[in-house]
């Protein structure tokens, strides 16, 4: 089994930082990528941010320049450091990690629950 958990969404206000911590846990094989995905009410879910496993991340034109996304492979955990928010940024961040498991060594896709941002005054 594999268990995506994430962590760190709370209430800030607008040109604040929250950092999102996101921990991939179990039989894994190979991690391929993490991302972060965020669904606003009423709105699509998006993706924000990419990391591919020995690549560079990738950003939505909407946080480039005020997302960071960062890495520490001993612990198959990312961190979305997000700067200067914005009530735009307000949404539920959802962890999403594409990795192999022992089980069958097949690539699959697994989400996290999901934690609230939310971005006000």
């Known amino acids: 089994q594999v268990q995506v958990v994430e962590s760190g969404g709370g209430l800030v206000q607008p040109g604040g930082s929250l950092r999102l911590s996101c921990a991939a846990s179990?039989?894994?094989?190979?991690?391929?990528?993490m991302n972060w995905y965020r669904q606003a009410p009423g709105e699509e879910r998006e993706l924000v941010a990419t990391?591919?496993?020995?690549?560079?991340?990738d950003y939505a034109d909407s946080v480039n320049g005020r997302f960071i996304l960062s890495k520490d492979n001993t612990k198959n955990t990312v961190y979305l450091q997000m700067n200067s928010l914005k009530p735009e940024d307000t949404a539920v961040y959802y962890c999403h990690i594409r990795a192999a498991p022992y089980s069958d060594y097949r690539v699959h896709g697994y989400w996290g629950q999901g934690t609230q941002v939310t971005v006000s005054s």
């Open positions: 179990g039989m894994i094989w190979s991690l391929e990528t």
């Open positions: 990391l591919p496993n020995g690549g560079t991340a």
